[in-house]
């Protein structure tokens, strides 16, 4: 029966599930922790339809998500703190100077390269070019760099961002992940498909170490906090008249019968409440903006000539490329604009935790996560990819409390202080892998191409 459902009866089956999960999320622990998860799942669900539109469309295995959303994280603090003045004075034109240098070397290697005829004397030119033009960066950077991280390091040390709204770092922050892509792909989309893979995760290592390690730049692992918000503060919806009156009007069957300190404290509460609600309400209708035109996008593409022409270079591109189509142009498009959703996915994600973490971002352990969203939900289907990004972030977070529960109920009838309750209750968190396996296992049993797998045409 499951198999012969049409594809539409699964997705809106699987959509009412994942919404009904939600809303018992915020019945039975508390609305604050739903939306926080549906915010989590809607920037998952924008980083799923970025790894299924490079697998998915085309079949090419990448496994340095994190590194482009890295990339978006690091646009989020760039564009959005404001600049060091201080640091700015005492090493920002040599910063400047050394990215001249550096630029121009690699203009003047691919010049000499292009215009000169292999022979001794073109390698001989090769190798003056970039030794002068390595010395010449270094002799900027390395002062430079000196200098910034020691201007009031405890606080700054870095240089800052420009002072923009943080929603701009959005697209910026696809941007990067796009220039770092087209880079990758000239490199290694000739490669094999596991090559491919290798390349990728060392690649997404080399960004990470970067930030970790590059103080002038991102304060590497002392992190940069208190980015700016693009929606509203809680301090500023308490002082907001109307914020105010809308809880006292939502709340006026339990502030009935109060009145002085009684009142004042119930009201504080519900203004606290309401107002982390209503940031996380902000923030919900940003990304799911977001979601919506990449999948309305993903959609109109995939429909397209141009969707049914990467299908057709995904199932054979010797076939493919026997027709005149140029595929490693083509898989150099998608590789491009996948890891461009993953950094608008990174910078959305920066910009909810409102800082800049470079030990978060852990390659193997979320791109494994992001691997599972794609394949559970159906490789190749956009809505599929959405609901991975929902129902693994879900049971990704659910998973601990749900594991220290049933621990606890299956031990409930063990003494206090039992050294088997005790263990088990303690190692509950451990679940949260053993469902993760459990789902993965039951999808690739009972709907091996996914929940709602991709529609052949």
Known sequence: MVSNMSNAMRATLAFTAM???LVMVGVFQSWALSLTIL?????????????????GYAGLFNIGIMGFAALGGAAAMLVSMPPVDNAWSAGGWNILFSAIFFIATIFAAWFVHKKMSKSRFQTIAMIVVLVTGYLLTRKFFDPAVDAIEATDSAKTGFLGGLGLPIILSWPVGGLLAAGAAWIIGKVALGLRSDYLAIATLGISEIVVAILKNEDWLTRGVKNVNGLPRPVPYELELHQSEWFVSLVEKL???????????????????????????????????????VLVIILTLCVLALNSPWGRMMRAIRDNETAAEAMGKDVTGRHLQIFILGSA?????GAMLTTLDGQL???????????????VMVIVGGSGNNLGAILGGFLIWFVWVESEPGGVWLMSALTGWLPEGNAVKDHLVQSAQHMRLV??????????????????????R
């Open 357 to 371: 973490t470079p030990t978060t971002y852990i390659p193997l352990r979320f791109t494994f996560l992001i691997w």
């Open 19 to 21: 919404g009904t999960a």
């Open 39 to 55: 915010n989590l799942c809607l920037i998952s669900s924008v980083m799923a339809l970025g790894v299924n539109i490079q697998w």
């Open 435 to 456: 469902v993760m396996g459990l789902v993965l296992l039951l999808v690739m049993r009972f709907a091996p191409s996914g929940i709602i797998p991709e529609r052949n």
């Open 341 to 345: 959703v993953c950094g608008i996915a």
């Open 251 to 289: 709340h006026s069957g339990s502030l009935i019968g109060l009145e002085g300190v009684a009142r004042e404290v119930a009201l504080k509460a519900a203004l606290t409440e309401s107002a982390g609600v209503f940031v996380k309400l902000c923030y919900a209708g940003l990304f799911a903006t």
